[in-house]
């Protein structure tokens, strides 16, 4: 369905329809393979497709800055797990504030350990919503008193996702500072 959108958006010139048919088809196969572990750079490249989405809807309110070492197939990480990261800069910054916002995605490598960063320069969290986030990250069963839109459903599955897989061999950490920004990383064991 939506290759046929893309070629009648083409056959009409709509070239900005057909673009963003054409990421929109790649997220959606990504996100019915039945893949649970991805190549990180294949994780990247869904970004990279979201992220032409986004640009082609809020161009001027953003921009990106990629830090990427080369990388091969043996690094991988649950499907989403970085993309989530890279979505709720724009659920709760960029869509919610009118200010420009940086982006910065980086990836360090240090032996077996691979660090993932995902900066913003938007508004930030608040103290108590950070402890709060961060006491539930720790505390899984006390989430079900969550029930605001803002619930923080995607970080704790970033979270619960990389549990699964790599037990105790990573770490997830967000901190933020209000009018500063957010940061999101991941620190997984090859």
Known sequence: TMESIRMIAEMNHQTLIS????SFANLMRYSLSR?????IERELDIIRQYLSIQEKRLGNRFDVTWEIPELNDKWRCPKFAI??????VFSHNVSKCREFIHIFITITREDMDMTITVKNTGP???PERL???CYLLEHPKERGRMTSENNG???FNISDRLKLFYGEKYTFSIDSEPGKGTVCSIRIHR
Do not use: C, H, Q, T
């Open 19 to 22: 673009d963003i048919a054409f």
């Open 35 to 39: 893949e649970y572990l991805v190549p």
């Open 83 to 88: 993309f989530n990261m890279v979505e709720n």
């Open 124 to 126: 930030g969290i608040s």
């Open 131 to 133: 402890k709060e986030l």
């Open 153 to 155: 459903r995607g970080i």
